[in-house]
């Protein structure tokens, strides 16, 4: 097993739960979390930018996760009208049942520009401040603020 094969083996057995979770809150659903993550570790063991420690990898893979989140839908936009000769099933709800509060949650976010989401995600589920979360999205101070304001 070649070095960078078995970095990334031990980084997604530690790691790879919660980045799938961290993913599920930018994108919303967990068939595009699992994507979003996978194209974020290509994008960060195909470049050789990982590293044996794991709290660098980290930062970076969630950092690509971000701008894929992003770009991601930007891209989606623009073949929002060719979508409805796409025949979906609805989703339906298992037995279990789930909480007012995680619906409510889970409602508000999906309402959001991906912007909007990132901004609140980084901010309440990752913990950074303002500057940082500016930083993070590649926009400046007062856009952030303003995303986090709409967003509230």
Excluded at 45 to 58: H, L, Y
Excluded at 92 to 110: C, F, K, R, V, Y
Aim: aromatic share 8%; proline share 4%.
């Amino acid at each position: 097993m070649a070095p960078w094969e078995q970095a990334l083996d031990t980084f997604v057995r530690a790691r790879g739960p919660a980045l799938i979770r961290y993913a599920f809150l930018l994108t919303g659903d967990r068939t595009a979390a699992e994507d979003l993550v996978q194209d974020a570790l290509v994008k960060t063991f195909a470049r050789g930018r990982a590293s044996n420690d794991v709290v660098f990898t980290e930062a970076y893979v969630r950092r690509v996760m971000v701008t894929r989140s992003i770009d991601g839908f930007r891209s989606r936009r623009r073949f929002a009208a060719v979508r409805h000769l796409v025949a979906t099933v609805p989703a339906q709800n298992g037995p279990e049942a789930a909480t007012a509060m995680h619906l409510d949650l889970a409602s508000a976010l999906t309402s959001l520009s991906p912007q909007q989401r990132a901004c609140i995600v980084l901010r309440y589920y990752g913990d950074l401040t303002v500057p940082e979360i500016a930083d993070r999205i590649g926009c400046a101070l007062g856009t952030t603020k303003r995303y986090l304001s709409e967003a509230l």
